[in-house]
């Protein structure tokens, strides 16, 4: 089911890109208000999970039928593919979405069925694998609308396909610390560890920890980016996988504030008993402090990492004011020469494509629905090659 086509530019009215006290600022660094312009389709989406970019086409990975649509960029048209169920070419729970090593087809990663489904460019499907035992990752199934981890990420290299790979089911953020990122074939395969991830986290991190800071990572151009939170450093990782550059990105975030909790606390309460959740009269203020245990004691820093190319990668940061899980409308643009920018990005907008003409992503419409836009500088600072 195709859901309701509602205007965009009514949904532009949302996109105030608000101040947020809350995040950590850079001495000497202004921030930056970038906008949002819807690209030239009509096609409208429930909830985004994933997107690519080959040959001047987004392909749009979504979590309802029907899941895969290609809109190309130079016209607009927009093309649905998929329907929900268990045979050759349907979906039940895909969430990651990758060109092939070659480009030549498109992959799409079931982990409802743990099943791997190609597409040529055109849209055709073309065969399906199953998934081997050591890349079928198992997870609450709302485990991002819990977390900002993301658990579900695969990234194309020239050499393979890096992926997370855990050794239990993960229910918390810090369950991170049971990970590692490995370089597989496309069914992921037992491949070549390449990270630990449970190295990289803050000693003392316990696994019902929630807002842990934990690693983050993406690939560009055949460079693995690591936010290390524990040295607060991104790493590149080359093709030869050696570390070939760590840039240092550190600023004091303070204590997590009751609010803070609060915040999450009723996330929670909505997700688990529905829009009526305060029919139940639940006291947030009162149960904050009693379930502090559960929560860091410090605000994380990042809350991803999104590489643009070989030497630049944004890191989210973070904030309960623009997102009750903590994901910030706010981003810093880090490059492996150490330059920084500090941009803020509309509300309702969540960037998952980035490039140097602008970085693509869901919007959230009045009406509940979510279209793709694109995200640019400002027209005076479009030619800035920082």
């Known amino acids: 089911m195709i859901h309701t086509r509602s205007s965009l530019a009514g949904a532009l009215v949302l996109l105030c890109a608000c101040g947020d006290p809350e995040s950590p600022a850079i001495p000497g660094l202004e921030v930056e208000e970038w906008e949002a312009h819807s690209i030239a389709s009509d096609a409208r989406f429930v909830d985004v999970r994933d997107m690519t970019l080959i040959d001047h086409s987004l392909w749009v990975l979504d979590g309802a039928p029907p899941f895969l649509t290609r809109i190309s960029l130079e016209t607009g048209k927009a093309i649905h593919l998929g329907q929900e169920g268990e045979g050759p070419g349907e979906f039940l729970a895909p969430w990651a979405i990758q060109p092939k090593t070659d480009s030549s087809g498109i992959l799409v990663w079931d982990f409802g069925v743990y099943r791997v489904n190609e597409f040529d460019l055109d849209g055709t499907y ?37 992926a997370g790979s855990f050794d239990r089911r993960l229910d918390h953020t810090a369950d991170f610390s049971l ?137 989210r940061l973070f904030s309960t004011r623009d997102d009750p899980l903590g994901r910030a409308s706010e981003w810093i ?54």
């Not at 880090?334 to 992503?361: A, D, I």
């Open 126 to 162: 073309q065969g399906s694998t199953t998934m081997s035992q050591t890349g079928r990752i198992l997870a609450r199934s709302d485990f991002r609308k819990v977390s900002y981890a993301d658990p579900f990420r695969v990234r194309s290299t020239p050499e393979g396909y890096l």
């Open 333 to 386: 643009r880090l490059g492996r020469n150490g330059s920084k920018r500090h941009v803020r990005t509309p509300s309702g907008f969540s960037p998952l494509v980035f490039t140097s003409e602008g970085h693509f992503g869901p919007l959230e419409l009045v009406e509940g629905d979510q279209a793709i836009a694109r995200l640019t500088p400002p027209a005076t600072r479009f030619s800035d090659p920082g």
């Open 179 to 315: 990970g590692v990122i490995r370089l597989s074939g496309p069914s992921l395969d037992p491949g070549q560890l390449v990270v630990n991830m449970g190295a990289l986290m803050v000693p003392g991190v316990e696994s019902m920890t929630e807002w842990a800071p934990v690693p983050f990572w993406d690939a560009c151009a055949g460079y693995l980016t690591v936010w290390n939170p524990a040295s607060r450093v991104v790493t590149w990782i080359g093709p030869n996988r050696s570390p070939q550059a760590q840039v240092p990105f550190d600023l004091p975030t303070g204590e997590l504030q009751t609010e803070d909790n609060e915040r999450y606390l009723e996330q929670m309460a909505r997700l688990e008993l529905g829009p009526q959740y305060r029919n139940h009269g639940i006291d947030f203020s009162t149960m904050a402090p009693q379930v502090q245990g559960r929560f860091s004691a410090h605000r994380p820093l990042v809350t991803d990492l999104r590489c643009q190319d070989a030497d630049a990668v944004w890191l």
